[in-house]
């Protein structure tokens, strides 16, 4: 079963405009992590934020975490056309090792 | 490093005939875990390992799928007999750590069965 759930689902932009994406979850966690996936590709991970953090930053990536609320959002600043690709978040489990993903968000940049 | 190596890249196999997937992991890695990815159903974890030993095999859909790590740096994913609905892509990842850290994928494997 899923854990986290993506909004949107879809979403498209204009080159150099902020990319904001959501996720939702439903069970404790140790963490939450953001992935990305280019068409026809494996994920690869691009940030991960604690249970008993708030906010992180990766380059032009910002991360939030509301333990409260079960929630995250990933901010992508200035977005570029190659940002284009699915982007997916997944809670680490705080009792097992597990990392289960959300349906992920469709991000397209046109340039 | 390379990082994580599956072979092969794509299949194609017929109903009924045995498919075995195979996944190489990043040397080092104690954690190693196969995910199976549809349109409808997204990520889906089937099972994972430590060292080299299955700890939760929930996922794996039915008896018709089985895995295995042998060794340290190889594991299978096999499915017999197979079916049209085991079409997916199904991908390896490994991890130095549990607790849900950071995963490293592979490529994956693009299965269509016919």
């Known amino acids: 079963s899923q854990q986290g759930e993506e909004d949107p689902q879809a979403l498209s932009i204009q080159e150099g405009e902020n990319a904001t994406m959501n996720c939702s979850y439903k069970t404790s966690i140790n963490n939450l992590q953001w992935y990305r996936q280019n068409s026809g590709r494996g994920l690869v991970h691009l940030i991960l934020?604690?249970?008993?953090?708030r906010e992180k930053h990766s380059g032009r990536l910002r991360v939030t975490l509301d333990t409260s609320k079960k929630s995250s959002s990933l901010l992508i600043t200035a977005s570029r056309a190659a940002d284009t690709a699915s982007y997916f978040c997944?809670?680490?489990?705080?009792?097992?090792?597990?990392?289960?993903f959300g349906q992920g968000t469709t991000l397209q940049v046109k340039p | 490093d390379a990082g994580v190596i599956q072979s092969p890249r794509h299949e194609v196999t017929e109903m009924g005939q045995e498919v075995t997937l195979r996944c190489k992991p990043i040397s080092g890695h104690d954690y190693l875990f196969w995910y199976r990815q549809t349109m409808m159903r997204g990520l889906e974890l089937l099972i994972y390992?430590?060292?080299?030993?299955?700890?939760?095999d929930s996922g794996m859909p039915e008896d018709r799928f089985s895995a295995k790590m042998p060794n340290a740096s190889f594991s299978t994913l096999k499915i017999q007999p197979s079916e049209p609905r085991d079409s997916a892509v199904y991908f390896c990842?490994?991890?130095?750590?549990?607790?849900?850290?950071?995963?490293?994928f592979g490529s994956g494997t693009q299965l269509s069965v016919l």
């Open positions: 997944a809670t680490g489990s705080s009792n097992t090792g597990k990392l289960i």
């Open positions: 990842a490994s991890s130095p750590r549990s607790d849900g850290e950071k995963l490293f």
């Open positions: 390992f430590n060292n080299n030993v299955p700890i939760d």
């Open positions: 934020i604690r249970s008993n953090e």
